[in-house]
């Protein structure tokens, strides 16, 4: 059937994860760094969540390098997980789609809020000059 090549992207606030994905044995990089290297832990289990819904069987057969920057880490580790997520859907097909809809939709779509605009009169989007009477 020849070589099968994936790319996607995601955005989480300022995080912008883009990952490339071919027929391998399993290997995830993110950042040239293998992700059971990845600290801190919270950001790892995170990052795991897509990996552990849809089972070793589907993430055996790719391998995925990501390349994260922007924002912080937990607006990373999100982006990383959509991508992850829309990844292996593809590769894997229906069935795994419908896993990953399952358990929780943002899987799948990036979070599409943004910040508010400022406006005039105050120093922030919604906050004005405060009143005084006296």
Same mark, same amino acid.
């Given at each position: 059937?020849?070589?099968?090549?994936?790319?996607?992207?995601?955005?989480?606030?300022?995080?912008?994860?883009?990952? +490339?994905?071919? &027929?391998?044995?399993?290997?995830?990089?993110?950042?040239?760094?293998?992700?059971? *290297?990845?600290?801190? @832990?919270?950001v790892k289990l995170k990052i795991?969540?897509?990996?552990?819904?849809?089972?070793?069987?589907?993430?055996?057969?790719?391998d995925i390098h990501v390349r994260v920057e922007?924002?912080?880490?937990?607006?990373?580790?999100?982006?990383?997980?959509? +991508?992850?997520? &829309?990844?292996?859907?593809?590769?894997?097909?229906?069935?795994?789609?419908?896993? *990953?809809?399952?358990? @929780?939709?943002?899987?799948?779509?990036?979070?599409?809020?943004?910040?508010?605009?400022?406006?005039?009169?105050?120093?922030?989007?919604?906050?004005?000059?405060?009143?005084?009477?006296?």
């Amino acid at each position: 059937m020849g070589e099968k090549f994936i790319a996607a992207s995601s955005k989480r606030k300022m995080a912008v994860a883009r990952a +490339v994905a071919f &027929n391998g044995n399993g290997k995830v990089l993110i950042n040239h760094i293998p992700l059971e *290297l990845f600290k801190p @832990d919270i950001v790892k289990l995170k990052i795991l969540e897509p990996i552990e819904i849809v089972g070793r069987d589907v993430v055996n057969k790719v391998d995925i390098h990501v390349r994260v920057e922007g924002g912080g880490i937990m607006g990373q580790a999100e982006a990383i997980k959509v +991508v992850i997520s &829309n990844i292996l859907s593809n590769f894997g097909g229906e069935p795994v789609h419908k896993k *990953l809809l399952a358990y @929780d939709r943002m899987m799948l779509v990036s979070d599409s809020r943004r910040t508010e605009p400022k406006k005039f009169g105050g120093p922030s989007a919604r906050r004005r000059k405060q009143k005084s009477y006296r």
